[in-house]
């Protein structure tokens, strides 16, 4: 979890003191919530075991990543994008933004990442489950799937990492889509989540908050058009080369992040 926060721990100014989060909390708080540690863990484990049982699953997603200028000024960096996964080991995904329109596809064996407004394209050989291709992404590559933390077979386990507190906050409305909202805290990040209520407890919005640098930016993904099973349209998950589109180098392929280049992390814009 808190790995896919590290980008965010790198880019930003200026955070609220501790009495006016508390006041924040205090006057905010719906009246029906409940600080239950043991209610708000089961509800994730719920979520978790609903994830891990799909085996075809398909969402659309609208992201927004916020970083501080040294003007202390924040922006939200916006993109979208759809995400088809096929346990164990296949997954399709697109994400369109104002810096970057980047397709990922993975058959098992080999990632293909594809630029579009470059029209350049590379392979990698990365063998295994969709669980090893997001932490090589991640680790390795240095380029996180987005919601990656909700791809995986045990998504229960990888947020709960470092967990030191956890509330449910009540009810909340995504989409129009009554959830249960649930407020979770490690050393270094808030996190919450939204999980739809009845039989299908898919994630619908998920919202990482960093503490350890000023004016706490967020990274939120909000996830609509949820599909399981015989409701998601097929997909090969191989690549075909329909725009005839350049093979290059990995390591040539054009920043597909979510800053643009006039940000640089750490220093001037």
């Known amino acids: 979890m808190e790995t896919m926060a590290r980008g965010l721990t790198k880019t930003s100014a200026a955070s609220l003191s501790a009495a006016a989060l508390a006041l924040m909390l205090g006057l905010g708080m719906p009246p029906e919530a409940r600080a239950d540690d043991d209610y708000a863990k089961t509800q994730l484990k719920v979520m978790s075991d609903y994830l ?90 240095n380029r996180p799937l987005p919601g990656a933390d909700l791809l995986l077979s045990n998504v229960y386990d990888a947020l709960m990492a470092d967990v030191v507190e956890a509330k449910d906050l009540g009810s909340g409305v995504i989409g129009g889509v009554e959830c249960d909202h649930l407020a979770f805290r490690t050393k270094e990040v808030d996190w919450q989540i939204w999980i739809a209520q009845g039989k299908n407890p898919y994630p619908c ?65």
Request: charged share 25%.
């Open 52 to 141: 891990a049982a799909q085996k075809v699953i398909s969402f659309g997603y609208d992201a927004n990543y916020e970083v501080v200028t040294k003007e202390q000024q924040k922006l939200a960096l916006a993109s979208s994008g759809k995400v088809t996964l096929n346990r164990p080991d296949k997954i399709h995904a697109t994400r369109a933004g104002g810096f970057a329109d980047l397709e990922m596809l993975f058959d098992g064996k080999t990632l293909t990442l594809l630029g579009k407004t470059a029209n350049l394209y590379t392979q990698v050989d990365v063998p295994g489950t969709v669980d090893h291709l997001v932490d090589e992404l991640r680790d390795k590559y």
């Open 205 to 269: 919005r998920y919202v990482i908050t960093t503490k350890l640098v000023d004016q706490a930016p967020q990274y939120s993904l909000q996830i609509r058009d949820w599909k399981t099973a015989s409701k998601v349209a097929s997909d090969s998950f191989a690549f075909k080369n329909s725009t005839g589109a350049k093979k290059i180098d990995l390591k040539d392929i054009p920043d597909t992040g979510d800053l643009p280049k006039q940000f640089v992390t750490g220093g001037t814009q």
